[in-house]
């Protein structure tokens, strides 16, 4: 049976030196001029590995969950722009010195639902999957699931397959004191402080360069089906 959505790819063996090299340029010249000169240099190098990536990703992903959308398209796919938002930042680089792209639930309209991630640069790359600053309906929902379902929740914390991955565990920065509406004796109390739930790996740009990163960055999504498993059942989305 075809898989719905699968755009498959051999073309995929890693990210060259010279993906990694052109961030390095751009750090050192984060300016219109120089980005408007280099910009073939930038579809070529950056933006069609990247779209390699997503392609080959997409049947690993569809075997993961059959949700999560794998889109190679420049606009609107899983690539995110290189442009940054400075409307409202005193840091005003207009671009972004790293790579990224996501993998969304089909549900989700936009990057806080969960779904998977990889950040591509020189000095770091990271990859995992998770809930990024949820709205509050769905954070409450979160929190109020890790109250109601205490023994699923201890098991994706305890889950031997996703720490072999995730050496972290569960990450998300915390509020200071326990939500509204939660008590501070409430078990997972530290947990459900958290504004944001998700795992995260980290590996090097030489890594990354390999034949088998994308296997290494599928195996490392796969580990976190218990805590993608978990949101999604809190936010009432399949999985």
């Known amino acids: 049976m075809p898989l719905r959505g699968m755009l498959v790819s051999t073309s995929f063996s890693g990210f060259e030196p010279s993906f990694f090299s052109f961030f390095t340029e751009l750090k050192a010249n984060n300016n219109k001029s120089w980005f408007s000169e280099h910009k073939v240099e930038y579809e070529r190098c950056v933006v069609e590995p990247i779209q390699a990536f997503i392609e080959a990703m997409s049947p690993r992903l569809y075997g993961i969950?059959?949700?999560?959308?794998?889109?190679?398209?420049?606009?609107?796919?899983?690539?995110?722009?290189?442009?940054?938002?400075?409307?409202?930042?005193?840091?005003?680089?207009?671009?972004?010195?790293?790579?990224?792209?996501q993998f969304r639930h089909e549900a989700g309209k936009d990057a806080h639902a969960p779904g998977f991630y990889l950040h591509l640069a020189p000095d770091e790359v990271l990859f995992g999957g998770g809930v990024w600053l949820p709205g509050s309906p769905q954070l409450l929902k979160i929190r109020e699931r890790i109250v109601a379902k205490p023994d699923e929740w201890t098991a994706v914390l305890e889950n031997t397959h996703l720490h072999k991955h995730f050496p972290d565990g569960v990450s998300g920065e915390p509020l200071t004191r326990p939500p509204r509406g939660f008590k501070?004796?409430?078990?997972?109390?530290?947990?459900?402080?958290?504004?944001?739930?998700?795992?995260?790996?980290?590996?090097?740009?030489?890594?990354?360069?390999?034949?088998?990163?994308?296997?290494?960055?599928?195996?490392?999504?796969?580990?976190?089906?218990?805590?993608?498993?978990?949101?999604?059942?809190?936010?009432?989305?399949?999985f």
């Open 65 to 101: 969950s059959p949700y999560f959308i794998a889109s190679p398209k420049k606009v609107g796919g899983s690539m995110f722009r290189i442009y940054r938002d400075v409307r409202f930042s005193k840091d005003k680089r207009p671009y972004k010195e790293h790579g990224a792209c």
């Open 184 to 238: 501070a004796d409430q078990p997972h109390l530290e947990d459900i402080k958290r504004k944001s739930f998700y795992l995260m790996a980290r590996t090097s740009a030489k890594e990354a360069q390999s034949i088998e990163f994308i296997n290494e960055v599928a195996e490392a999504y796969g580990a976190s089906s218990p805590l993608m498993r978990f949101l999604c059942g809190a936010v009432d989305v399949s």
